[in-house]
C-alpha cells in the first residue's frame, strides 16, 4: 500500500513569504502528526490532527499554523518566513487513536529553504 | 514532561562489530517506547517498537528490551553492515494519545 506522501519534496522560499506544505497519510490513518527537523534543534513536534480538530499542539510560534481535510489529508502553513524556519519538515500518520500502540509513520519531508 | 536522552555520536565501526546505542528515558505512567532509523535523504523509518517494560522489539537484527526499573531502552546489533549506517533516533509515546518525542539522534557510520 502506497505509504505516506509529502509534496513537494523540495521548496525554495524568501524571507517574509508564506509556504504550504500537504501530507496525504496513509490509506485508512486518521492521526497526522507534523515536525521539524533542523540539525541544532533535532525532532520537533509542530501538531496533530485527528479526524480534522487539532489534538495536539508543540510549542511554536503562531505563524505555523495546520489543519486536516475529510479524507485526512493535512496541509501545513507557515505565514512571514524567517531564515530560522529552514528546515526539514516530516509529516507521520497512525491508523487511530492508539498511537502509543501503533507507532507512526513518517513520509520523506518537505525540506524548505527559506533565503 | 517526558523526554529521551541518548548517547551523542558520531559512532564509527567497522563492519561486523559490536552496535550498542544507549537512550533512557523520563515519562509519567508507561510510555511506549521506539526506535526510528533516517537513511541520508530519506525520512525516519520505524526500526523496532516495545510497548509494556520487559518487551524485546527485533528488526532486521537490531534489538531494544524496555527496562522499566533503569528507564532505558538501548539499541543493540551483534554485527553492523556498511548498510547500517544511518541516523538512529529513540522515543517515546506517553500515556494518553501524547506526542512523539525524540532524542537527538545518533549517527553510526560502518566502515569496511
Known amino acids: 500500500k502506497a505509504g505516506v506522501t509529502q509534496t513537494p519534496r523540495y521548496l525554495i522560499k524568501t524571507r517574509g513569504q508564506q509556504v504550504t506544505l500537504s501530507c496525504s497519510p496513509i490509506?485508512?490513518?486518521?492521526?497526522v502528526s507534523w515536525y521539524q527537523q533542523t540539525p541544532g534543534q533535532g525532532l520537533q513536534f509542530l501538531f496533530e490532527?485527528?479526524?480534522?480538530?487539532?489534538?495536539n499542539k508543540g510549542n511554536f510560534p503562531g505563524r505555523f499554523s495546520g489543519r486536516q481535510f475529510s479524507n485526512s489529508r493535512s496541509e501545513m502553513n507557515v505565514s512571514t518566513l524567517e531564515l530560522g524556519d529552514s528546515a526539514l519538515y516530516l509529516c507521520?500518520?497512525?491508523?487511530?487513536?492508539?498511537?502509543?500502540?501503533?507507532?507512526?509513520?513518517f513520509g520523506s519531508g518537505t525540506r524548505l529553504t527559506v533565503v | 514532561g517526558n523526554s529521551v536522552t541518548q548517547m551523542e555520536g558520531p559512532v564509527t565501526l567497522s563492519e561486523e562489530a559490536f552496535l550498542t546505542i544507549n537512550c533512557t528515558y523520563t515519562?509519567?505512567?508507561?510510555?511506549?517506547l521506539f526506535w526510528y532509523v533516517q537513511y541520508p535523504g530519506e525520512g525516519l523509518q520505524l526500526l523496532l517498537k516495545?510497548?509494556?517494560?520487559?518487551d524485546k522489539g527485533s528488526n532486521k537484527g537490531f534489538e531494544a528490551t524496555y527496562r522499566k526499573e533503569t528507564t532505558s531502552f538501548h539499541l543493540e546489533k551483534g554485527s553492523v553492515q556498511v548498510s547500517d549506517s544511518a541516523v538512529y533516533f529513540c522515543?517515546?509515546?506517553?500515556?494518553?494519545?501524547?506526542?512523539?518525542?525524540f532524542g537527538k539522534g545518533t549517527r553510526l557510520s560502518v566502515i569496511a
Open positions: 507521520a500518520s497512525s491508523l487511530d487513536g492508539s498511537t502509543a500502540f501503533y507507532g507512526y509513520t
Open positions: 490509506s485508512g490513518h486518521r492521526s
Open positions: 490532527y485527528f479526524s480534522e480538530t487539532q489534538r
Open positions: 515519562a509519567t505512567g508507561y510510555p511506549s
Open positions: 516495545a510497548t509494556k517494560a520487559d
Open positions: 522515543a517515546l509515546i506517553g500515556s494518553g494519545n501524547t506526542p512523539l518525542v
